[in-house]
């Protein structure tokens, strides 16, 4: 009686762990859905880090079921346009505003095993990355927080890593 008892826990711990895997929600699954841009950080090759959005930047990523995203990242600080016409801004009115904003959109693929999302991007408001693809590392992904880095964001810059958070 006591080995039946002992076999039947372990057969409802076997069928209860296969259940709880079963449940298990791929990468790209946990990915979809809207995330808002909390802060990006440098790192360069000498370690030293650099937030190129400033403290409190504003911005969105999106993911889509279908393997769409679209990214926008925004400076806390980008200038206001005197004059109020966007197509006649000062030159350094226009310097401000490319410095502190990214735009991208494209389609995504995911490594479950590597953990790595790769990016092939469409199209930018940094026209260079035009038709390229991208991989970064997945990091930290819950149900709230979403953290990936670009180990080579080129120039020799060193890696940038993003944080994203999602409302509930």
């Known amino acids: 009686m ?7 826990a372990a057969l409802m711990l076997a069928v209860a762990s296969g259940g ?3 449940q298990q929600k791929s990468l790209k699954d946990q990915m979809v859905g809207t995330w808002h841009f909390v802060i990006a950080e440098i790192t360069a090759p000498d370690g030293k880090k650099s937030f190129p959005f ?16 679209m990214q926008t ?5 980008v200038p206001k346009i005197a004059n109020n016409n966007r ?6 009115e226009y310097a401000g505003i490319v410095r502190g904003s990214i735009a991208l959109f494209g389609s995504y693929t995911v490594d479950e095993a590597k953990k790595t999302v790769t990016y092939k991007i469409v199209n930018s408001t940094f026209a260079n ?11 930290t992904l819950t149900d709230n927080e979403l953290r990936h880095t670009n180990p080579d964001v080129g120039a020799n810059r060193g890696s940038a890593t993003n944080y994203y958070k999602r409302r509930l």
């Open 20 to 22: 709880a895997a079963a």
């Open 2 to 8: 006591k080995r039946l008892s002992i076999c039947a």
């Open 54 to 69: 400033g403290p409190k930047p504003r911005g969105m990523l999106i993911f889509t079921a279908d393997g769409h995203f």
């Open 129 to 139: 990355w035009e038709g390229i693809s991208q991989t970064r590392l997945i990091e």
């Open 73 to 77: 990242h925004i400076a806390s600080e």
């Open 87 to 92: 197509l006649a801004a000062t030159p350094e």
